[in-house]
């Protein structure tokens, strides 16, 4: 990662962030596809859900009862090019794809649109060291940090899944070369731990963090407007913050 960064030209300081950052927690960044380039593509059954089939197609419908459920509508579909599988390895699924910058597809979830799955998501086996839904942020805009895509489709405004609980090393690397001063964490509760330790990192380096916690509910259960209330009265990470949670904790 180091000879990666020496070659991008990044400061040292900055290296140095990122490696303090990696070399302080559980996830270590080494152990994912390295600086190798991974290529990827939609499943070859992958239908987008903005086309409305002709005749009797009710994988269609409950593609769009599912998303209906959860929220997103049209709108959303075609802003992230949603779509799904009628059969295949991703049969009965939504898919949402991941684009870089670039517009190239750099990853996508699949998500079973029938409750009664025990397997409800299943992605492509490739490295999850990407920036997902990198070609709809602003990254002159303070960004949100949350932990699934229906969370950030939630959000709508500069929301980055992680697609876990801790950031990627692409992401980390990122953050630092564009010079992000705002940086909202919006964890589920059962990753309280990791999100306190990005907000102590990043805050350390003199970007302002807010961390937002959630209780029981994610913000794909809270809703738009629900999220943007608990948003409003959230305050600015502090050590003290930190020091709090960690009593709190033992």
Not at 28 to 49: C, G, Q, R, Y
């Amino acid at each position: 990662m180091t000879s990666l960064l020496k070659k991008l030209d990044v400061d040292r300081k900055v290296i140095s962030v990122i490696r303090e950052i990696y070399g302080d927690s559980n996830y270590n960044p080494l152990l994912e596809d390295a600086d190798t380039k991974v290529f990827i593509s939609l499943p070859k059954e992958f239908i987008s859900l903005s086309e409305v089939p002709k005749g009797f197609n009710p994988e269609y419908k409950h593609a769009i009862h599912y998303l209906t459920q959860r929220g997103i509508g049209i709108k959303d579909i075609i802003k992230y090019n949603i779509g799904y599988c009628k059969e295949g390895l991703y049969g009965q699924r939504v898919i949402i794809p991941s684009y870089n910058s670039d517009g190239t597809l750099n990853y996508f979830v699949s998500r079973s649109y029938y409750p009664d799955n025990k397997m409800k998501y299943k992605n492509p086996p490739i490295s999850k060291n990407v920036i997902c839904f990198d070609s709809q942020v602003n990254w002159n805009e303070p960004i949100i940090l949350c932990e699934g895509v229906f969370d950030a489709i939630t959000i709508k405004r500069n929301a980055i899944p992680l697609l876990g609980k801790f950031p990627s090393r692409l992401l980390v690397e990122k953050i630092f070369m564009s010079g992000i001063t705002d940086i909202i964490i919006s964890l589920d509760n059962d990753a309280i731990n990791e999100a306190l330790k990005a907000a102590e990192y990043f805050r350390k380096q003199g970007i302002h963090v807010k961390m937002m916690y959630l209780k029981d509910k994610d913000a794909a259960d809270m809703g738009y407007e629900k999220f943007y209330e608990e948003l409003k009265k959230t305050k600015e990470f502090s050590p003290e913050e930190l020091l709090l949670n960690k009593i709190n904790s033992l």
